[in-house]
Structures are given as structure tokens and as C-alpha cells.
């Protein structure tokens, strides 16, 4: 008789950092309250990134990571950078195949559903072309920026060769919704994406209640276990529960809970079988299945962070004391952005070739990640061109264009 599958616990951590650069110097001042480190970055990585590689747990967990946080890891900690970049490997599985480890994340921390088409493409080609050179290969998830979604920004990702994302449970129209099993949402046109929609409440316990996660054993036992009664579902699947949460949270936002991730996704030879395995992420939601994936739709708009929807980061929202602010400010940003935009788009022509804005801004990422010399880039924009004010005025569009 074959054995029933078994239930499947992924672990993810979100892992990012903003570019903390002065953007006239290129260095990170100092900062005082990030103290004895020198700043923030530095503090962050000696308490999660670092002993995370080193205890080899990124490669039982999925996780992405911020290319921003990556760019500062691979120049000042290249320990971590490198737990980061090997642990993608994975374990192998029974086959002898490895299970990918990483998906990918827009360049910067935006948030997608605020963004204009082209700013949202460009963010999604630079994420996916960071990831590329980062690991190798082409990504096959994307986390988005505090999970902020849309179908508009479903359907940029799948026109990029994405094939699956992590939103939580309230992202779904879907009433009472089933989380421990993959969905697929259609876009239109013949195209979907699967998404995994983390379990809220262990996502919170991890996240929020110190003492859930002070024994590993304990919590896989009485939190994670009883998770998955009444699996296998009738249809064969084995029942998939998601602990999502920012990856900052183990050894940094709660101290020594590096240690409660490593016995949790790599439990002892002597712990007793748990009644579950732990997989990836991609292993879980791209493995060939013979059941039929439900589907449920997307509620447009929302974030896992903000229950009003994207309103924290557009105006007034009731998490916030005072938000009459934000609004204002955003509308300030966008009309700049817009003369941006314009000012670049006119000086571009001018120039030999006469670049197109949205090709060259999506190419750029390779200078911004130090894959291509910004002279050999420029030359290829500008035909060879050796007029070097053509290549300063270039390349100070597509900085402008950057910031």
C-alpha cells in the first residue's frame, strides 16, 4: 500500500534593506543609533544575515532578497553575500534533484500598484535581471514589496516569465479561503500565476509572540502539527502551510531566533518525527501534480501590512496618528518623477541614436549592478559615439532615471 504524502511546511523570509547611500557621496554615513555598528546595514547583518548563512539554514527556507540589500552585502559582508548566493542550491531531494531556494523581488521596495506601467515593468526587469546575475539563473517566483498587488502588476510579471507569488490570506476574495493548498489566479488573455497564501496565524505567532517561538520543538509540535489535520484532501494534496514573515526577524527584530529557524527547518537526527517535511516553496507549487489547482481571484490593491488596502502609502490611513501628510508629498514625487520622465525622453532623442527612454532605462540595470562599464554601455546606446558630452548627458538621464 503506498504511504499517504505527507504535509509540507515552508518557511519564508522576506530579506531587505534600503540603499542607505548619501547619493552624492556613494557612502553610508555613520549613524549613531545603530551604535557600536556603523550603522544600520552592519548592525543588521552581524545580528541575522551572517549567523543565518552560517548555520547553513538558508537553504532549508525560501526567501528573497532586496537587490539593494544584496549589492551591500556582496561589497561589505561577502560571508553572508555568499551564504545568500550558495544556499539556492538547495538540498537534494530523494531524486537527487535540487530544490531551488530563491525567487526574486522588485529592485527597489516600490509599491507596484502606485507605480506607472512603466515604472512598475522597469522595477520587475530590473529585480529579475539583478537576480540573474546574482544566481544564475532566471527567477521563477517574485515576492512583491509588502505582497502590495494588483492584476495589473500580476499580469507585468507573468509578461516577464514569472510563475508564481506569496500573498496573504485576506488578498483573496475568496470567502473562508483554504490556505494550505496553491491557487491559481487568472489574468486574462490565457494567463495565470499561482499563488501561495501564507497562514496568518503562524505567520503572526512567529512574527509577533516572543514566547510562541522560544522551543522549536514545541511550536512545530502544537502550532505546526495540528495545522495539518484533514490532510491529505480528497483530490491528493498533501496539505501546504506558508510561514511567511521579514527575514529580519530571526536575530534581529527577536534575538536568538537564528537559532529557533535552524531547529525548526533542521530538526535533530534524535527529534522525533514531526508528522510533516520541510520543503521549498518552488519544489511545493511548481512539482507536477496530478490534482487540479483551485482558483480564487485577488483582491485588487491590498498589501499584507496595510488593512486599508495601499492607503498608507497614498494618504490619509487610520493606522497612522496623523497621515494628511503622505498624500500631498506622493503627488509631489509623482509630478516630479513626470518631468522626469519628459525632460529624459526629449534629451534622449537628441542625442546620437537617439536612445529609446523605456529600452535604455530597462538596460541600465546592468551598470547600476556593476555587470557592464557605463562607457561600454554608453557606447552601445550611442552607436560608438566618442563625444564624451553625448555620453556624460546619457548617463546623467539614466542616473536621474535611477534615483
Known sequence: MTAAPRGRLVVHGH???????????????PDPSAAPFHDWNARVDAECYRPNAERGTLSRISYDIGPTLAGWLERESPPSY????????????????????????????????????ADRRTEIRWGIRDFELRFGRRPEGMWLPETAVDIGTLRAMVAE?????ILAPWQSTTANLETRRPYRVELGGGRSIVVAFYDAGLSSAVSFEPAATADADRFARDRVAPRFGGTPFADGEPGLVVIATDGELYGHHQQFRDLFLQRLVSPSA?????????????????????????????????????????????????????????????AALERAA?????????????LPGSPD????????????????????FADRLLGHSRRAAAVRGLLDLLEAQRW
Open 82 to 117: 555568499r551564504g545568500f548566493v550558495d544556499a539556492d542550491a538547495g538540498p537534494r531531494d530523494s531524486a537527487g534533484a535540487r530544490a531551488r531556494n530563491a525567487i526574486a523581488q522588485p529592485f527597489h521596495h516600490s509599491i507596484l500598484p502606485l507605480a506607472s506601467a
Open 270 to 330: 534524535s527529534t522525533p518525527d514531526r508528522g510533516f517535511d520541510i520543503a521549498t516553496l518552488e519544489s511545493a507549487l511548481l512539482e507536477e501534480r496530478s490534482w487540479q489547482l483551485p482558483t480564487t481571484r485577488i483582491a485588487e490593491r491590498t498589501s499584507w501590512s496595510c488593512h486599508h488596502g495601499v492607503a498608507r502609502w497614498t494618504h490619509e490611513c487610520p493606522d497612522a496618528a496623523d497621515g494628511r501628510w503622505k498624500g500631498p508629498l506622493r
Open 15 to 29: 530579506f531587505y534593506q534600503p540603499l542607505r547611500v548619501d547619493p552624492f557621496s556613494g557612502r553610508i554615513p
Open 161 to 165: 516569465g514569472i510563475r508564481y507569488t
Open 357 to 376: 527612454l523605456a529600452e535604455a532605462r530597462d538596460a541600465y540595470v546592468d551598470v547600476v549592478a556593476g555587470a557592464e562599464p557605463s562607457h561600454a
Open 338 to 350: 513626470g518631468a522626469i520622465d519628459a525632460v529624459t525622453a526629449m534629451q534622449l532623442g537628441a
